[in-house]
C-alpha cells in the first residue's frame, strides 16, 4: 500500500523559511507527478506548485519566487523549501503523487503557521 508521510511543517515568524519534506512508500512504480497543495481554514484546497519526472515545475502566482520544489526520485521525495513566508501561507500542506495509470495519492497534511 502507497504511503505519504510530510515532515517539517511548524511555526515561523513572518518572512523566515521553513522546508517540507514527503517520502513515498510502498510503491514498486515512480510518480510521473509529485506536488505540494495546502488549504487554509475557511478555503479550498489549492495548488501550491508541482513537479514532473522531466524536472518541469509549475507554481501557484501567490508563491512563485519564493518557494522551490524539487525531488529525488531514487528515495522517492518530494521537497518544498520556503523563503520569505508571511502570513497568508498559514494552511495545512499536503503532499500529492501521481501516477497517470495507477491513481493518486495524499498524504495527511502537515500545519505550517506563520505568525506576524
Not at 524536472?55 to 521537497?79: C, E, L, M, P, W
Request: proline share 2%; glycine share 12%.
Amino acid at each position: 500500500q502507497v504511503q505519504l508521510v510530510e515532515s517539517g511543517g511548524g511555526l515561523v515568524q513572518a518572512g523566515g523559511s521553513l522546508r517540507l519534506s514527503c517520502a513515498a512508500s510502498g510503491n514498486s512504480f515512480s510518480f510521473n507527478t509529485m506536488a505540494w497543495h495546502r488549504q487554509a481554514p475557511g478555503k479550498e484546497r489549492e495548488l501550491v506548485a508541482q513537479i514532473n519526472n522531466s524536472g518541469n515545475t509549475k507554481y501557484a502566482d501567490s508563491v512563485n519566487g519564493r518557494f522551490t520544489i524539487s525531488r529525488d526520485d531514487g528515495k522517492d521525495t518530494v521537497n518544498l523549501q520556503m523563503n520569505n513566508l508571511n502570513p497568508e501561507d498559514t494552511a495545512v500542506y499536503y503532499c500529492r503523487a501521481t501516477h497517470n495509470w495507477v491513481g493518486t495519492y495524499w498524504g495527511q497534511g502537515t500545519q505550517v503557521t506563520v505568525s506576524s
